[in-house]
């Protein structure tokens, strides 16, 4: 068994572990990544590339605000990136849409938009509520089926296989340590430092970050962390590459700059990452019926994954006060806030401190309210 | 390059490349109709406009992607040729509804 120090561990080596760690390592702090490797079902897995704010907030106005945040930190963040490896990652924020196929969908959208622009503290931003013309002038190639949609400037989509590559080599070219096949099995707090087993060593840290996604709720107790999070199983479809024809990327379908389709994705209460027909065939139909043109195209791929869910659906972040220095990230947006956690999570935790008026309310304390009678 | 065995029997049909008649075998594939024929390439792929040549012959490799009478990316190598057959080179990806 070897033994090795690092001032900050991050367990972890997702799109979550992967940003924050690179965050750090550009504060010029000793960080090393544990990872299970390649192999891990990450939640990364299930992603969509998409860089998204719309719809997302409700029930927490503060979560509407990081995820504008998180949108408008993408240029730099992809500047960075490619700075740092050359790598472009084919950051695009020309606005998204959220297309509805009947009125009543479109009704319950733009119902759901205003009460979650409606909510005290929500940041201003734009969207609008479109119909079929308004909608088609934007994206010629919508079906008759298609009542109208939402729309929003401040969407985007980013290619996140370049992304979660540029993270990692980014990591390393600032002198961060990435450690493959090292799944992190036990946490102890033990005279000020961390340390943790994995079958082939242990690593001593003076610092833990959690990004393990679903594997946080067996190693968050282990160091005072409460992080009650679960599964949710994703499907997700790919054609084959097509010349573009998609300006905007659609919440359900987009165009990757190589010119693959994806079309996605589901939300299901399953814990096992298998694809189904059944899914898969409700994915594909709704896309078609948003693009008819699309149903001559050849599907190359399609797999599931799980992602992983809070009870709110919103992200924890949360420090342990029993080990100082433990903290938790964990969030259903790795991609959107990738930015977020390289250039604001990262240098708190470097300074030792997820500040309270910014934090608080991602804490897993939000949970802790005794149950209604 | 490629020659046809002498053996090789089989009444021959037309079909045309890119709008220019090309003669073949009836039991030909479209791939092999083309390589026999001469062509350099049959696609440009679509992320660096690379030209390609069908490879694998099998089905495995899709680099014979054509278009074949308006269908965009088939297999060259999976689809007998047929009398009046159009084919053209698949200049990148597939066009959406082609």
Not at chain 1, 122 to 140: C, G, K, N, S, V
Not at chain 1, 276 to 281: D, I, Q, Y
Not at chain 2, 56 to 78: E, I, P
Request: with cysteine; proline share 6%; glycine share 12%.
């Amino acid at each position: 068994m070897t033994a090795s120090e690092f001032e900050i561990a991050v367990i972890g080596g997702g799109l979550v572990g992967a940003a924050i760690a690179y965050g750090l390592a550009r504060e010029g702090r000793p960080v090393a990544v544990l990872d299970e490797g390649d192999i891990a079902m990450r939640a990364s897995r299930g992603n969509f590339g998409l860089v998204w704010v719309q719809s997302k907030g409700l029930g927490m106005a503060e979560y509407a605000g990081w995820s504008v945040r998180g949108a408008g930190l993408w240029p730099q963040l992809a500047a960075a990136l490619q700075a740092d490896t050359g790598l472009d990652v084919r950051l695009e924020q020309p606005g998204g849409f959220h297309i509805a196929l009947s009125e009543t969908e479109l009704e319950r959208r733009a119902a759901m938009l205003m009460r979650l622009h409606n909510q005290p503290g929500t940041i201003r931003y734009d969207y609008e509520i479109l119909d079929h013309a308004r909608t088609r002038a934007m994206l010629p190639e919508i079906g008759p089926e298609v009542a109208g949609s939402s729309y929003c400037p401040l969407d985007g989509h980013v290619n996140s296989l370049r992304l979660f590559r540029a993270l990692h080599i980014a990591l390393g070219r600032h002198g961060g340590t990435y450690l493959p096949g090292q799944p992190a099995q036990k946490l102890r707090y033990h005279g000020g430092e961390f340390r943790i087993t994995t079958p082939s060593s242990e690593i001593r840290a003076g610092k833990v970050v959690l990004a393990a996604g679903n594997g946080n709720a067996r190693l968050g107790p282990m160091v005072g962390l409460d992080v009650p999070v679960r599964p949710q199983r994703g499907q997700v479809v790919v054609t084959e590459r097509t010349a573009p024809f998609l300006r905007y990327p659609v919440v359900t379908v987009r165009q990757t700059d190589e010119g693959s389709l994806l079309l996605g994705d589901s939300v299901e209460e399953e814990t096992d990452a298998t694809v189904g027909p059944a899914v898969v065939s409700v994915i594909a139909d709704r896309a078609a019926r948003m693009f008819p043109r699309l149903a001559s195209l050849n599907v190359v791929r399609s797999w599931a994954a799980l992602r992983v869910m809070t009870k709110d659906g919103f992200p924890i972040y949360d420090q342990s006060a029993d080990c100082p220095g433990a903290f938790v990230a964990t969030c259903h947006s790795g991609v959107t806030l990738a930015g977020t956690h390289a250039f604001v999570v990262a240098p708190r935790i470097a300074e030792g401190v997820l500040p309270q008026e910014e934090f608080e309310v991602f804490s897993a304390k939000r949970f802790h309210v005794p149950a209604a009678a | 390059m490629f020659r046809r065995l002498p053996e090789a029997g089989g009444s021959t049909v037309t079909i045309t490349l890119d709008g220019c008649p090309v003669t073949a075998r009836t039991g030909d594939s479209i791939a092999a109709a083309l390589i026999a024929a001469g062509i350099g390439h049959c696609r440009l792929t679509p992320v660096s406009g690379t030209p390609r040549a069908p490879y694998c012959m099998m089905g495995v490799c899709f680099d014979c992607l054509v278009v074949v009478d308006g269908v965009g990316n088939r297999q060259g190598c999976l689809v007998p040729v047929a009398e009046g057959m159009r084919v053209e080179t698949q200049n990148g990806g597939r066009e959406i509804g082609r």
